[in-house]
């Protein structure tokens, strides 16, 4: 399979293989991705669901708790589950299929998205030839949040199916940093106020987030806290590849990363290459961590070919230019 870039989306937008219900924004299309959008449509519900052999709107219909108009904007509660219509509706025919994750940003304020189309087996893939709705499963983990129509949450790259068997060039492992003595990780502090997620540069850090400098290069991630680290490496994904961060099993750590992330092509693609960040979370017991400590698996796939538009300063990428940054709603530490 091959991955689309910019001008394949814009193509199928085109040809209204991706429909689009609301007002599109250009700077949805990223280099190789499609950022969704919200809709008015919102629901609390009583659980999640993998819809299988039904239609979403069955299920909503039964587990709804109650219905959120998000044309204005609306809290989502901490650990309550919600329901959202997107934007962006699919036609796609027997050639294209996609996968969904949450955007960086979603990750990093430690919401958990999942998308959900009718009738599917799996959250965030797209079978061939879907043609239908796409939802959004959100659930706040750190923070309630205050969300409106509109706000994209997470993203979609698309693929085109009999062009190259296998896309796939390598894979790469990713560790930790952590260094005694500095800032090496954000801690979420519990019972915070809500965070307005079209609020930019916003929010102090220390109304939400303790720091963490560790004596030592290691420390201990302590049971159902979520914690925001870089990695050791630097990273650089050049025009022609994407990139996929697939978090390491329980057989590696009894933690988890909590997002599998997406890499557009030109992440950084300078001289030194840019750490990517990772969201972590240990459950059962405490667990040690410490410099060095392979967490993810980095996974290298072609495109279907190279991109004139990459990620950086030029498209105004929110984290081009991070090392250990809190997501865009935090103001930036002078």
């Known amino acids: 399979m091959s991955i689309l870039i910019k001008k394949n989306i814009e193509e199928l937008i085109k040809k209204k293989i991706i429909l689009i219900t609301s007002s599109f924004n250009k700077s949805q299309i990223q280099p190789a991705s499609l950022d969704l959008t919200l809709s008015s449509n919102c629901y609390r519900i009583k659980a999640s669901f993998i819809p299988n052999n039904k239609k979403v709107s069955q299920l909503i219909e039964s587990l709804a708790l109650s219905k959120i108009n998000l044309n204005n904007e609306n809290l989502l ?28 940003t979603t990750g990093r304020l430690d919401i958990f998205t999942r998308l959900i189309t009718d009738y599917g087996k799996e959250y965030d893939v797209v079978d061939r030839g879907y043609n239908g709705k796409l939802y959004l499963e959100i659930i706040p983990q750190s923070f309630s949040i205050i969300v409106k129509k509109g706000l994209s949450l997470n993203q979609i790259r698309f693929y085109k199916d009999h062009l190259i068997i296998n896309s796939f060039i390598k894979s790469q492992d990713i560790s930790i940093y952590i260094k005694k003595n500095e800032i090496c990780a954000y801690k979420a502090i519990k019972n915070t106020s809500a965070i307005n997620l079209n609020k930019l540069n916003h929010y102090k850090i220390n109304d939400f987030w303790e720091t963490i400098i560790p004596k030592n290069n290691n ?33 590696f750590g ?81």
Do not use: M
């Not at 699919?90 to 949450?102: E, G, T, V």
């Not at 022609?240 to 329980?250: C, K, S, V, W, Y």
């Not at 290459?273 to 993810?296: C, I, M, S, W």
């Open 77 to 104: 509660e901490k650990n309550c589950i919600y329901l959202c219509e997107l934007n962006e509706h699919l036609n796609l025919n027997n050639a294209y299929s996609a996968k969904s994750n949450p955007k960086s």
């Open 219 to 251: 420390f201990i991630i302590e049971k159902d806290e979520f914690y925001i680290l870089r990695s050791l490496e630097n990273i650089k994904i050049k025009d022609t590849i994407a990139a996929e961060l697939e978090p390491f099993g329980d057989n």
């Open 254 to 334: 009894n933690f988890r990363v909590h997002y599998a992330g997406f890499f557009d092509p030109g992440f950084g693609n300078n001289k030194l290459g840019t750490p990517a960040v990772f969201e972590l979370r240990a459950y059962d017991t405490p667990f040690y961590v410490e410099n060095k400590q392979k967490v993810a698996r980095l996974n290298f796939y072609k495109l279907i070919e190279k991109s004139i538009n990459t990620y950086g300063k030029k498209i105004k990428s929110n984290y081009h230019n991070q090392k250990l940054k809190l997501a865009k709603q935090f103001k930036n530490v002078k």
